[in-house]
């Protein structure tokens, strides 16, 4: 079932704000555009392995040191702790697909990244920090749309948090002693990239 989290978690991930599969329904809206059969998506239910509401406060000793993540953490789980863990970091608004790649290590790496995120407490300082980041981007984006409303102006709509997220990456590339960075992006975004990340003046 650990493994069925990894390999299929992303098959149940919050990815569709809309919930068009549920809007939907009636004339399967997934099935038309090649969404994920229900066969799939049960393999992550405990029921599917025999498993009962009964065994989800039994204690189970997990010993499996070569998977790394929150397996590392500790050995004594129960049915209900490892579920909920596993969905946080497979199931939440993110999905990753990575079990597929043959080298364990990078596999081992991604999985460490995805579980052990959700026990990194940010602080508000942080928090506050990006929510300026986002102000900033959206903020630029409606002068841009408001003084330039009929030209091309490569807008952000939809990728707002795309400038805070460069923003982060190139901060913890300079930590890491990097001197310079090759961007190539695509238009949507183009200006405020230019504006709040690599920080030409807006002049």
């Not at 919930?19 to 405990?46: F, H, M, N, R």
């Not at 596999?107 to 407490?121: A, G, P, S, T």
């Not at 920090?129 to 709509?157: S, V």
């Amino acid at each position: 079932m650990i493994r069925a989290f990894m390999t299929y978690g992303h098959l149940q991930a919050e990815l569709d704000p809309l919930d068009l599969d549920t809007v939907y329904a009636d004339i399967d809206l997934g099935g038309s555009y090649g969404s994920p059969g229900q066969k799939l998506k049960q393999l992550i239910d405990y029921k599917f392995y025999g498993f009962t509401e009964r065994d989800l406060d039994r204690t189970f000793y997990v010993d499996l040191p070569q998977l790394g993540g929150i397996l590392a953490k500790k050995k004594d789980w129960t049915l209900r702790e490892l579920i909920d863990t596993l969905s946080t970091a497979y199931c939440n608004k993110i999905g990753v697909e990575f079990m597929h790649i043959p080298h364990r290590d990078q596999c081992v790496w991604i999985r460490n990244k995805f579980e052990l995120y959700q026990y990194d407490k940010w602080s508000a300082e942080k928090k506050i920090h990006i929510l300026d980041r986002l102000l900033w981007c959206d903020e630029f984006a409606q002068f841009l749309a408001f003084k330039f409303n009929t030209m091309k102006r490569f807008g952000l709509e939809g990728c707002e948090s795309f400038i805070p997220g460069m923003k982060s990456c190139m901060d913890t590339l300079v930590q890491h002693g990097v001197e310079k960075c090759i961007i190539g992006m695509p238009h949507r975004g183009r200006l405020n990239m230019l504006a709040n990340v690599v920080r030409k003046p807006h002049e």
